[in-house]
């Protein structure tokens, strides 16, 4: 047991908190979860909650973030943007009675990313990234390809941070400087 409530009870109360596209958004996450986990060694169920789940606290207003600051790494300040992930892992665990640390773990990592994530954690960030219900198939396809093409996780993820620093850049945004770090960490990892 990963939680007291069942799938179909997370989603209903999911649809009360989130709107129409984030939902979608966190459907699709929870299938490409699943998908990913199958493929990749992973409970399945566990990844269902843990992509359903991800996105729980996106939808609170800055105000209601900004009394939970204390739960951010201090490059998070930075961008209001990485903020529901630390507060999602909360929200989870207390609403929604996530017990499981991983879940929990891949939920609160799913936005900067970290540096040693595990199988689970890897699989949660991607599906969040190539979702096939709202994310945009020009942007998730390169993803995929990577995946397809290697079938290894940190190639995936590696195309992934590429793709996340180049559009940081390219839209004059701040990046946190453990984006960088991870980058750095997968650069040595990857098998070209
Ligand atoms: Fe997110
Ligand atoms: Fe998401």
Redesign the pocket.
């Known amino acids: 047991m990963y939680t007291k409530y069942s799938i179909e009870e997370i989603k209903e109360k999911l649809k009360c908190t989130l709107n129409e596209e984030r939902f979608l958004h966190s459907i699709g996450t929870m299938e490409k979860a699943a998908e990913l986990a199958k493929e990749f060694g992973c409970d399945v169920e566990k990844a269902q909650i843990a992509g359903l789940l991800?996105?729980c606290a996106?939808c609170l207003s800055k105000e209601e973030m900004e009394k939970m600051q204390h739960t951010f790494e201090d490059c998070e300040k930075l961008s209001v943007k990485t903020w529901?992930?630390p507060i999602?892992a909360y929200t989870a665990e207390n609403d929604y009675g996530v017990t499981d640390k991983e879940i929990l773990s891949a939920i609160r990592w799913?936005?900067i990313g970290k540096k040693n994530m595990t199988d689970f954690e890897k699989i949660v960030f991607l599906a969040?990234k190539i979702e096939e219900r709202t994310r945009e198939e020009k942007y998730r396809s390169k993803i995929e390809k990577t995946l397809k093409k290697t079938h290894n996780l940190d190639n995936a993820m590696l195309k992934s941070f590429k793709l996340t620093i180049k559009s940081l850049l390219k839209r004059k945004l701040p990046i946190c400087y453990q984006t960088i770090d991870v980058y750095n960490d997968l650069l040595e990892k990857v098998q070209f």
């Open positions: 991800h996105d996106k529901h992930a999602g799913h936005t969040d």
